[in-house]
């Protein structure tokens, strides 16, 4: 499970290096692509590769269904670890996240996000703001036959 929340440093190429407790859950390599609310993701690759096959199942007859596909994939990247825990962020993505120097990166259980500090601030107090909202609401657990949980 990839959970908490851990600051990290980005050195002048672009380069993040993964802290020691995550290194065995992401080894030997992740799929980086631009996410949600202008993060990335960071995703084990067994965890991309059925995101992906989800992600392309669904029909080319939709718009949104296209929007979502050049969400993820257009700018995705397969990138290896390499002996120093490090992987190589594209310039491209580190623009749409907006991140320069330090990042926060968060755990969502199969992946990560990872988030320029400022975002990540504004969506603590919108996820504080709200918590009360998202604890009423009737959460539904559906999927478990499909070897995962989606609400």
Same mark, same amino acid.
């Given at each position: 499970?990839?959970?908490?929340?851990?600051?990290?440093?980005?050195? $002048? *190429?672009?380069?993040?290096?993964?802290?020691?407790?995550?290194?065995?859950?992401?080894?030997?390599?992740?799929?980086?692509?631009?996410?949600? $609310?202008?993060?990335?993701?960071?995703?084990?690759?067994?965890?991309?590769?059925?995101?992906? &096959?989800?992600?392309?199942?669904?029909?080319?007859?939709?718009?949104? $269904?296209?929007?979502?596909?050049?969400?993820?994939?257009?700018?995705?990247? =397969?990138?290896?670890?390499? %002996?120093?825990?490090?992987? =190589?962020?594209? %310039?491209?993505?580190?623009? #749409?996240?907006?991140?320069?120097?330090? *990042?926060?990166?968060?755990?969502?259980?199969? #992946?990560? %996000?990872?988030?320029?500090? %400022? &975002?990540?601030?504004?969506?603590?107090?919108?996820?504080? *703001?709200?918590?009360?909202?998202?604890?009423? &609401?009737?959460?539904?657990?559906?999927?478990? *036959? $499909?070897?995962?949980?989606?609400?």
């Amino acid at each position: 499970m990839l959970l908490g929340t851990w600051n990290v440093t980005l050195d $002048e *190429a672009g380069n993040l290096t993964l802290p020691i407790p995550l290194r065995p859950l992401l080894f030997p390599g992740v799929v980086v692509t631009r996410g949600f $609310e202008r993060c990335l993701h960071l995703c084990p690759e067994p965890f991309w590769r059925g995101l992906a &096959r989800r992600v392309s199942s669904l029909s080319l007859s939709g718009a949104d $269904e296209r929007w979502l596909r050049r969400l993820l994939f257009a700018d995705a990247h =397969a990138l290896a670890i390499d %002996e120093q825990a490090t992987i =190589a962020l594209s %310039e491209s993505l580190r623009r #749409y996240a907006t991140l320069e120097r330090h *990042a926060v990166l968060v755990g969502m259980d199969q #992946y990560l %996000e990872v988030w320029s500090p %400022e &975002r990540w601030q504004e969506c603590q107090a919108t996820l504080l *703001a709200n918590a009360g909202r998202w604890s009423r &609401r009737d959460w539904t657990v559906v999927g478990l *036959a $499909e070897g995962g949980i989606s609400l």
